[in-house]
């Protein structure tokens, strides 16, 4: 049986993005096969479908994430009518992902579904939200706490950044915002942001050290931006890195680390462990609110997918973008 599925195929040295039938036969290894209701869109899946990096073969069914119904399983961790959950893994990238109407995964790439959220609050949430709670539990496990001081969020705009703030805010820290945006300092401030500064302050090459400003930090920019985020660092304060928007380079020194005792905590949403990401849901069912989630939120079809997938890369999209892949 055929379905609707976004494929993206490489033509020479170009590649095309577009609206296919599928067979359920060509949707490649696994012993779960899920009804994918929603799927959503991050800046890794901008990339994906224009063909930089990640699919690692042709044609693929892009999406890192997807969230549905169970409707056939060889495996006896899930029945017919689960609601699951898939996210990062070797989805988009060696594995046909979330942007069809089907899904066939190895059961243990799936968690259930926690019961605070339906289907399009799950993926709202996605692989960026789901990193988001990555990074905070990661400030946590270096000791972090409300009363040691500010928390700054680079790239306070995008899908990782708005769901960080939301969770900080919502445990009691005060979180400071950075945006090339300064239009958008309203829907910060709602999501719980207490204060917003200009990116373009840590954007360009600074100081090995600076003056003491943040408790710790969330960054999905990399590069200068991180750079400069750990020289204002304050003593055994905590920096959670998750993405690269600016570049994957790292012009810093180790001055932070040696003088200030800093940490530097990678986060990996792609590879975690089962127990990580269990506990990470749940943590996310737990401190994520429900009415600072749906501000976040704008809803696409399939067919949008390419279009607002180059919005992505040009930092022109706020929060989340969930997709109806039956739209």
Not at 18 to 47: M, P, Q, R
Not at 194 to 216: H, M, N, T, Y
Request: some cysteine; glycine content about 12%.
């Amino acid at each position: 049986m055929s379905f609707k599925a976004l494929v993206t195929e490489k033509i020479g040295d170009s590649f095309a993005t577009s609206l296919k039938d599928f067979e359920a036969a060509d949707l490649g290894v696994g012993d779960v096969t899920v009804a994918v209701e929603w799927s959503t869109l991050n800046y890794k899946d901008g990339l994906a479908i224009a063909g930089k990096r990640i699919m690692q073969s042709y044609p693929m069914i892009g999406g890192v994430d997807f969230a549905g119904t169970v409707e056939a399983s060889d495996n006896a961790a899930y029945k017919p009518g689960d609601k699951v959950i898939a996210n990062g893994w070797g989805l988009s990238q060696t594995h046909n992902g979330g942007y069809a109407q089907k899904a066939r995964v190895p059961a243990e790439w799936l968690i259930p579904l926690p019961s605070a959220f339906t289907t399009r609050e799950a993926m709202a949430i996605g692989t960026a939200g789901y990193t988001a709670m990555l990074c905070v539990m990661a400030l946590e496990h270096g000791g972090l706490s409300p009363d040691r001081g500010d928390i700054l969020v680079t790239g306070a705009n995008g899908g990782v950044g708005s769901i960080a703030i939301s969770l900080l805010s919502a445990l009691g820290y005060r979180v400071t915002a950075s945006t090339g945006r300064p239009a958008e300092a309203d829907y910060l401030r709602n999501l719980g942001a207490a204060e917003i500064v200009d990116r373009a302050q840590f954007s360009a090459a600074g100081k090995p050290l600076g003056s003491e400003r943040w408790a710790g930090a969330v960054d999905s920019v990399g590069s200068h931006t991180l750079a400069n985020v750990l020289a204002q660092t304050k003593y055994r304060g905590v920096v959670a890195a998750c993405g690269l928007a600016q570049g994957i380079d790292l012009p810093a020194s180790v001055a932070p680390f040696i003088l200030r005792n800093v940490t530097l905590a990678g986060i990996d949403s792609v590879n975690a462990p089962r127990d990580v990401r269990v506990e990470a849901w749940a943590r996310l069912a737990r401190d994520l609110k429900p009415a600072k989630l749906a501000a976040t939120i704008t809803e696409i079809g399939l067919a949008d997918v390419p279009r607002v997938g180059g919005a992505i890369l040009k930092g022109e999209v706020r929060g989340r973008t969930v997709v109806n892949v039956n739209a």
